[in-house]
């Protein structure tokens, strides 16, 4: 299909979708197992509409994504869907900010030499093997993501992954390589699947152990959480290592004389600068106010985002960062696409669509076997957390599913656990994670190719779900009945 053609096919079939749900007649209501009823409004059938129109033209890139983002607030107020002041309010949310702050934390790292240093030692560690390179990416961000938020580790291993990228070199045709898609995709998903290990790695995990304890009456330690949901983490890392060697085999097995073009490369550098010792004490403040976030009641209060642009404006101050770097460096396109992301995910908040979307789907599955009831939650999960926040894919599914557990039999405790491990990792769209936008600004892949890729990852992590139910969780203790 020509490449116009196929545009505006696609333009089309977007606004075909939106009109076809805000014309069509009122849907009858979703009723919970309580007797709750849920009523789809005029907006909400609405938002259900924008919701895909957003989602076919993000996927098909048939404008700038973020051009499709702002697209978003103007079709709300447009078609009275809600007031533009609540739709626009939503692009310059708290989670917006905390990824801005991400990329200026990331920017000075790059100018400051810091990710040159990291990649070059690790570079150096690992070897000429691309397949060990690529595992030992994915570690150090897995393992980052332990202790920090995981948009703030796709910030800060941005910049060394396209060091890495520079020494491993190109195609002679100037496209995009194999282990160019491998390393940037793998670093999305494994910054997802790290940061389901601990309650620090995302706030869908403190928010799904809140949701669970206002249930059940049950607190969860972080300890505990880590114990369930750690080794699920890591076999995912492991896992995907494998798959993507698979999907996006990199051209080179070896790249000869790497380690030694990494060592001589790491002595240009020289010592450690005072410039990047400031940028390092400035980050290392920064992340330790937001680890502290979650034992310091005092700091609680405060959000995430503050702390990272704090240390932005220092480096603003200090001028490590210039206006330059601000006007021309800062990918605002992914801005704007997380932008829209929260405007349309509110949206669907809002408007009750997102409520009666879940209820009806869990409705579905009352008289389900309790494995497909499971899987049924956990793959709904799965699919929101790709469109909306992780937050709020937790918020709008998990309590409706501990009312059918009960009355299914169903250890809440698996919903707790399967369900947080879905919403971490949004393998099939750019706008279910920072990292996955991130990742994007490579230019290593296409929208396409990174929706393809998430199909068989996300069909993994459902088969490990299933495994994790049968296997480890029972040997620590949890049965998937209650007993």
Not at 253 to 259: E, S, V
Request: glycine fraction near 8%; include cysteine; hydrophobic fraction near 55%.
């Amino acid at each position: 299909m020509n490449t116009n053609i196929k545009r505006i096919f696609f333009i089309l079939l977007g606004l075909a979708a939106f009109f076809a749900f805000y014309y069509a007649p009122q849907f009858g209501p979703a009723i919970d197992p309580s007797g709750k009823s849920f009523e789809l409004t005029q907006q909400g059938k609405a938002a259900i509409g924008l919701f895909l129109l957003a989602g076919i033209w993000w996927v098909f890139e048939v404008t700038p994504i973020g051009v499709t983002s702002i697209a978003i607030g103007v079709f709300q107020a447009l078609f009275l869907i809600r007031p533009a002041k609540e739709a626009f309010r939503d692009f310059m949310d708290p989670t917006v900010m905390f990824i801005l702050g991400s990329l200026l934390i990331g920017l000075a790292f790059t100018k400051a030499g810091i990710t040159k240093r990291i990649a070059y030692k690790m570079l150096d560690v690992v070897g000429e093997d691309t397949r060990k390179i690529l595992l030992g990416v994915f570690i150090i961000t897995a393992l980052l993501t332990h202790i920090m938020a995981h948009t703030a580790v796709a910030a800060t291993m941005f910049p060394i992954l396209v060091a890495i990228l520079a020494l491993y070199g190109e195609n002679a045709d100037g496209r995009p390589t194999k282990f160019g898609k491998a390393l940037f995709i793998g670093m999305a998903y494994t910054a997802g699947a790290g940061s389901i290990c601990t309650l620090l790695g995302g706030a869908r995990n403190p928010a799904a152990v809140g949701f669970y304890k206002e249930f059940t009456g049950i607190d969860v330690s972080f300890i505990d959480f880590s114990v369930h949901l750690a080794p699920f983490g890591w076999l995912t890392v492991f896992l995907i290592w494998a798959l993507l060697l698979v999907i996006y085999k990199p051209e080179k097995t070896k790249i000869p004389g790497l380690r030694e073009k990494a060592r001589a490369e790491y002595a240009k550098l020289g010592p450690v600068s005072k410039q990047e010792i400031f940028v390092g004490i400035v980050v290392f403040c920064a992340l330790t106010m937001l680890v502290l976030q979650a034992i310091v009641p005092a700091l609680k209060t405060m959000d995430r985002s503050v702390p990272l642009l704090a240390a932005g404006l220092l480096f603003f101050l200090s001028n490590i960062l210039t206006v330059e770097d601000l006007e021309k460096k800062i990918p605002w396109n992914i801005v704007l696409l997380f932008s829209g992301a929260m405007s349309i995910g509110f949206c669907l908040w809002k408007t009750g669509a997102a409520q009666w979307i879940a209820v009806k789907w869990l409705a579905m599955l009352v008289d389900a076997h309790w494995l497909v009831f499971v899987l049924g939650i956990c793959f709904l999960v799965l699919i929101m957390t790709n469109f909306i926040m992780n937050v709020a894919a937790i918020a709008i599914t998990l309590p409706v599913a501990l009312v059918i557990a009960k009355y299914l039999g169903v250890n809440p405790e698996l919903i707790l656990y399967g369900a947080t491990a879905m919403a971490g990792m949004p393998f099939l769209l750019l706008i279910g994670a920072a990292p996955n936008a991130m990742a994007y600004e490579s230019k290593q892949f296409t929208t396409g190719e990174f929706f393809m890729t998430g199909i068989p990852a996300s069909a993994m992590i459902l088969c490990l779900l299933v495994l994790m139910t049968f296997t480890y969780w029972p040997l620590i203790g949890m049965s998937a009945l209650i007993k």
